[in-house]
T-cell receptor, first 114, second 114 residues
């Protein structure tokens, strides 16, 4: 069975600090997809990134970067020079190729203080 | 832009009442999902539907039922609400049965059962 663990329930940083959100997953499939979503205070989950299991290249999008390592079953998310607007709950999720159901981690609440 | 709307942002119901939560998407997506979100538990899938009149149980279907009579609308029904169903409910849709596509989420309904 698939499982996603986000060990950090809450992180607090000061603006401009870099912060990394950890995500560890478990799956028996060789083909799967990993996601990160952001949930701002408004409540609506916003899609950030999708990664398939065959693409281990790290990705950078502005201040956001993702580090996918199959050897450690991790898909970590780093925000560089954090801003107050980054304050949100962030979810990591996994879906196996054979399935339709996303399995979410418990989420990490990030608080960026001015 | 994909739009997923939910009928209410906040709802207060009494124990034993029948509760309907409505979700509508405007992008002709085949898949629709209902999740509940609780602190520390992330999002857990209640039911999903990959076509009109089709439904499949998720991880926590007990106490819930669903209805999909039209492609754009997916309803979650609490036959007899109980206090342990107090939660945030999120609806999502995705464009095909394939698991590679990200899900688009509505703003959520915060349900309180007293």
């Amino acid at each position: 069975a698939q499982k996603v663990t986000q060990a950090q329930t809450e992180i607090s940083v000061v603006e401009k600090e870099d912060v990394t959100l950890d995500c560890v997953y478990e799956t028996r499939d060789t083909t799967y997809y990993l996601f990160w979503y952001k949930q701002p205070p408004s409540g609506e989950l916003v899609f950030l990134i999708r990664r398939n299991s065959f693409d281990e290249q790290n990705e950078i999008s502005g201040r956001y970067s993702w580090n996918f390592q199959k050897s450690t079953s991790s898909f970590n998310f780093t925000i560089t020079a954090s801003q107050v607007v980054d304050s949100a709950v962030y979810f990591c999720a996994l879906v196996e190729e054979a399935g339709n159901m996303l399995t979410f981690g418990g989420g990490t609440r990030l608080m960026v203080k001015p | 832009d994909v739009k997923v709307t939910q009928s209410s942002r906040y709802l207060v119901k009494r124990t034993g009442e029948k509760v309907f939560l409505e979700c509508v998407q405007d992008m002709d997506h085949e898949n629709m999902f209902w999740y509940r979100q609780d602190p520390g538990l992330g999002l857990r899938l209640i039911y999903f539907s990959y076509d009109v009149k089709m439904k499949e149980k998720g991880d926590i279907p007990e106490g819930y039922s669903v209805s999909r009579e039209k492609k754009e609308r997916f309803s979650l029904i609490l036959e007899s609400a109980s206090t342990n169903q107090t939660s945030m409910y999120l609806c999502a849709s995705s464009p095909s049965r394939g698991s590679t596509y990200e899900q688009y989420f509505g703003p959520g309904t915060r349900l309180t059962v007293t």
